[in-house]
Protein backbone atom coordinates (compact mmCIF):
# COMPACT_ATOMS: atom_id res chain seq x y z
CA UNK A 1 0.00 0.00 0.00
CA UNK A 2 1.34 3.16 -0.64
CA UNK A 3 2.11 5.52 2.03
CA UNK A 4 -0.15 8.60 0.87
CA UNK A 5 -2.54 7.64 -2.42
CA UNK A 6 -4.56 9.96 -3.85
CA UNK A 7 -7.38 9.76 -7.34
CA UNK A 8 -4.44 11.30 -10.56
CA UNK A 9 -7.17 12.18 -12.43
CA UNK A 10 -8.02 13.48 -14.69
CA UNK A 11 -10.10 16.10 -13.99
CA UNK A 12 -11.73 18.26 -16.35
CA UNK A 13 -14.75 20.25 -15.34
CA UNK A 14 -16.26 23.53 -16.76
CA UNK A 15 -15.68 27.05 -15.13
CA UNK A 16 -18.36 27.63 -11.74
CA UNK A 17 -18.20 23.82 -11.23
CA UNK A 18 -18.00 22.13 -7.55
CA UNK A 19 -14.79 19.35 -7.38
CA UNK A 20 -13.72 17.22 -4.90
CA UNK A 21 -10.38 15.33 -4.50
CA UNK A 22 -9.56 12.43 -1.96
CA UNK A 23 -7.10 11.14 -0.40
CA UNK A 24 -5.95 8.14 2.05
CA UNK A 25 -2.41 7.63 3.85
CA UNK A 26 -1.22 4.54 5.74
CA UNK A 27 0.76 5.75 8.76
CA UNK A 28 -1.85 6.27 11.67
CA UNK A 29 1.12 8.68 13.35
CA UNK A 30 1.49 11.12 10.89
CA UNK A 31 0.39 14.90 12.48
CA UNK A 32 0.15 17.26 9.92
CA UNK A 33 -1.73 17.28 6.25
CA UNK A 34 -1.48 19.70 4.09
CA UNK A 35 -2.98 20.01 0.13
CA UNK A 36 -0.39 21.59 -1.37
CA UNK A 37 -0.77 23.00 -5.35
CA UNK A 38 2.29 22.49 -7.75
CA UNK A 39 1.79 24.67 -11.36
CA UNK A 40 3.50 23.21 -14.82
CA UNK A 41 7.34 22.45 -13.60
CA UNK A 42 7.50 24.92 -11.07
CA UNK A 43 7.66 24.21 -7.26
CA UNK A 44 4.91 23.13 -5.01
CA UNK A 45 3.01 26.15 -3.03
CA UNK A 46 0.95 25.09 -0.21
CA UNK A 47 -3.10 25.50 -0.42
CA UNK A 48 -4.37 24.93 3.08
CA UNK A 49 -3.37 22.35 6.21
CA UNK A 50 -5.88 20.41 7.04
CA UNK A 51 -7.52 19.68 10.44
CA UNK A 52 -9.58 17.35 12.03
CA UNK A 53 -12.22 20.01 12.50
CA UNK A 54 -12.31 21.01 8.74
CA UNK A 55 -11.46 24.25 7.73
CA UNK A 56 -12.24 26.84 4.82
CA UNK A 57 -10.68 29.14 2.81
CA UNK A 58 -12.90 30.62 0.50
CA UNK A 59 -14.22 28.73 -2.20
CA UNK A 60 -11.54 25.52 -0.54
CA UNK A 61 -12.61 22.97 1.97
CA UNK A 62 -10.12 20.47 3.20
CA UNK A 63 -11.50 17.98 5.53
CA UNK A 64 -9.43 15.45 8.05
CA UNK A 65 -10.93 12.15 9.08
CA UNK A 66 -8.50 10.41 11.07
CA UNK A 67 -10.08 7.17 11.57
CA UNK A 68 -10.71 6.48 8.35
CA UNK A 69 -7.01 7.99 7.63
CA UNK A 70 -8.36 10.10 4.61
CA UNK A 71 -8.50 13.63 3.91
CA UNK A 72 -10.49 15.55 1.43
CA UNK A 73 -10.58 18.76 -0.65
CA UNK A 74 -13.42 20.63 -1.97
CA UNK A 75 -13.39 22.88 -4.63
CA UNK A 76 -16.22 25.13 -4.98
CA UNK A 77 -17.29 27.44 -8.16
CA UNK A 78 -14.18 26.35 -10.24
CA UNK A 79 -12.24 29.67 -12.00
CA UNK A 80 -9.88 28.49 -14.96
CA UNK A 81 -7.21 29.62 -12.65
CA UNK A 82 -7.87 26.50 -10.39
CA UNK A 83 -6.26 24.06 -13.43
CA UNK A 84 -3.34 22.98 -11.84
CA UNK A 85 -2.02 19.58 -9.88
CA UNK A 86 -3.26 19.27 -6.58
CA UNK A 87 -1.14 17.01 -3.74
CA UNK A 88 -2.14 15.58 -0.54
CA UNK A 89 1.16 15.48 1.92
CA UNK A 90 1.07 14.34 4.92
CA UNK A 91 4.42 14.44 7.72
CA UNK A 92 6.16 11.37 8.75
CA UNK A 93 4.30 9.07 6.43
CA UNK A 94 6.69 6.50 6.01
CA UNK A 95 7.62 6.54 9.93
CA UNK A 96 11.35 8.05 9.88
CA UNK A 97 10.91 11.85 10.95
CA UNK A 98 8.07 14.43 11.48
CA UNK A 99 9.40 16.46 9.43
CA UNK A 100 9.73 14.55 6.32
CA UNK A 101 6.76 14.90 3.92
CA UNK A 102 5.07 12.48 1.86
CA UNK A 103 2.93 13.91 -1.84
CA UNK A 104 0.47 11.70 -2.93
CA UNK A 105 0.95 11.45 -6.89
CA UNK A 106 -1.09 14.22 -7.43
CA UNK A 107 -4.61 14.86 -9.38
CA UNK A 108 -4.65 17.19 -12.09
CA UNK A 109 -7.45 19.28 -12.43
CA UNK A 110 -8.45 21.39 -15.47
CA UNK A 111 -10.62 23.93 -15.62
CA UNK A 112 -12.08 24.96 -18.81
CA UNK A 113 -14.00 28.07 -20.26
CA UNK B 1 11.74 39.22 2.55
CA UNK B 2 13.05 37.08 0.31
CA UNK B 3 11.81 33.53 -0.40
CA UNK B 4 14.00 30.49 -0.67
CA UNK B 5 16.77 30.87 -3.34
CA UNK B 6 17.88 28.06 -5.08
CA UNK B 7 21.02 27.78 -7.95
CA UNK B 8 21.51 26.70 -10.47
CA UNK B 9 17.57 26.99 -11.86
CA UNK B 10 19.16 24.69 -14.60
CA UNK B 11 22.00 22.80 -15.00
CA UNK B 12 23.53 20.28 -17.35
CA UNK B 13 26.03 17.50 -17.14
CA UNK B 14 27.60 14.69 -18.67
CA UNK B 15 27.39 11.23 -17.38
CA UNK B 16 30.29 11.13 -14.85
CA UNK B 17 30.66 14.56 -14.23
CA UNK B 18 29.70 16.28 -10.69
CA UNK B 19 26.89 18.37 -9.66
CA UNK B 20 26.28 20.67 -6.70
CA UNK B 21 23.33 21.87 -6.40
CA UNK B 22 22.97 25.18 -3.67
CA UNK B 23 19.66 25.97 -1.55
CA UNK B 24 19.68 29.32 0.80
CA UNK B 25 16.49 28.98 3.41
CA UNK B 26 14.29 31.91 4.24
CA UNK B 27 15.42 34.19 6.57
CA UNK B 28 15.51 32.85 9.69
CA UNK B 29 14.92 28.82 8.81
CA UNK B 30 17.62 26.98 10.56
CA UNK B 31 15.77 23.66 9.11
CA UNK B 32 15.92 22.64 5.57
CA UNK B 33 14.96 19.47 3.21
CA UNK B 34 15.55 18.21 -0.29
CA UNK B 35 12.67 16.43 -2.63
CA UNK B 36 13.30 15.12 -5.85
CA UNK B 37 10.86 14.83 -8.81
CA UNK B 38 11.45 12.72 -11.55
CA UNK B 39 9.97 13.14 -14.97
CA UNK B 40 6.09 12.47 -14.72
CA UNK B 41 6.41 11.36 -11.28
CA UNK B 42 5.64 13.03 -7.55
CA UNK B 43 7.90 14.57 -5.10
CA UNK B 44 10.14 12.03 -3.03
CA UNK B 45 11.47 13.46 0.51
CA UNK B 46 15.75 12.74 0.38
CA UNK B 47 16.66 14.05 3.51
CA UNK B 48 15.96 16.68 6.33
CA UNK B 49 19.17 18.46 7.81
CA UNK B 50 19.67 21.44 10.61
CA UNK B 51 22.38 23.61 10.90
CA UNK B 52 25.75 21.19 10.83
CA UNK B 53 23.28 18.02 11.54
CA UNK B 54 21.16 15.70 9.22
CA UNK B 55 18.02 14.65 10.74
CA UNK B 56 16.56 12.02 8.45
CA UNK B 57 18.44 11.08 5.10
CA UNK B 58 16.33 7.88 4.69
CA UNK B 59 14.88 8.73 1.22
CA UNK B 60 19.03 9.85 -0.05
CA UNK B 61 20.07 7.18 -2.45
CA UNK B 62 22.89 4.80 -0.90
CA UNK B 63 26.02 6.04 -3.05
CA UNK B 64 26.67 8.79 -5.00
CA UNK B 65 24.58 11.43 -3.21
CA UNK B 66 25.46 13.72 -0.10
CA UNK B 67 24.08 16.63 1.65
CA UNK B 68 25.17 19.12 4.09
CA UNK B 69 24.19 22.93 5.99
CA UNK B 70 26.62 24.37 7.24
CA UNK B 71 27.16 26.91 10.16
CA UNK B 72 27.53 29.13 7.34
CA UNK B 73 26.06 29.53 3.49
CA UNK B 74 23.42 27.71 1.86
CA UNK B 75 22.41 23.80 2.13
CA UNK B 76 24.64 21.72 -0.52
CA UNK B 77 23.28 18.71 -2.20
CA UNK B 78 26.06 16.92 -4.07
CA UNK B 79 25.54 14.31 -6.73
CA UNK B 80 28.63 12.50 -7.82
CA UNK B 81 29.16 10.71 -11.38
CA UNK B 82 25.99 11.51 -12.40
CA UNK B 83 24.29 9.13 -14.43
CA UNK B 84 21.25 9.60 -17.00
CA UNK B 85 18.32 8.67 -14.24
CA UNK B 86 19.32 11.65 -11.93
CA UNK B 87 18.11 13.33 -14.34
CA UNK B 88 15.35 15.31 -12.22
CA UNK B 89 13.98 18.85 -10.55
CA UNK B 90 15.34 19.15 -6.96
CA UNK B 91 13.51 21.18 -4.67
CA UNK B 92 14.90 22.50 -1.34
CA UNK B 93 12.10 23.57 1.34
CA UNK B 94 12.36 25.21 4.48
CA UNK B 95 10.75 25.87 7.72
CA UNK B 96 11.37 28.13 10.83
CA UNK B 97 10.93 25.79 13.56
CA UNK B 98 11.81 22.29 14.57
CA UNK B 99 9.49 19.68 14.03
CA UNK B 100 8.73 17.12 16.97
CA UNK B 101 6.51 14.26 17.68
CA UNK B 102 4.57 16.93 20.25
CA UNK B 103 4.03 19.84 17.50
CA UNK B 104 2.66 19.36 14.37
CA UNK B 105 5.01 20.07 11.28
CA UNK B 106 5.80 24.01 10.81
CA UNK B 107 5.82 24.96 7.14
CA UNK B 108 7.70 24.14 4.67
CA UNK B 109 7.94 26.86 1.65
CA UNK B 110 9.36 25.38 -1.35
CA UNK B 111 12.26 26.91 -3.56
CA UNK B 112 11.86 27.25 -7.32
CA UNK B 113 13.94 23.99 -7.69
CA UNK B 114 16.85 23.17 -9.76
CA UNK B 115 16.39 21.37 -13.37
CA UNK B 116 19.32 18.82 -13.77
CA UNK B 117 19.64 17.35 -16.78
CA UNK B 118 22.33 14.41 -17.13
CA UNK B 119 23.57 14.02 -21.65
Known amino acids: RKEVEQDPGPFNVPEGATVAFNCTYS??????FFWYRQDCRKEPKLLMS???SGNEDGRFTAQLNRASQYISLLIRDSKLSDSATYLC??????????????FGQGTILTVHP | NAGVMQNPRHLVRRRGQEARLRCSPMKGHSHVYWYRQLPEEGLKFMVYLQKENIIDESGMPKERFSAEFPKEGPSILRIQQVVRGDSAAYFC?????????????????FGPGTRLTVL
Open chain 1, 27 to 32: NSASQS
Open chain 1, 50 to 52: VYS
Open chain 1, 89 to 102: VVNNAGGTSYGKLT
Open chain 2, 93 to 109: ASSERATTSRSSTDTQY
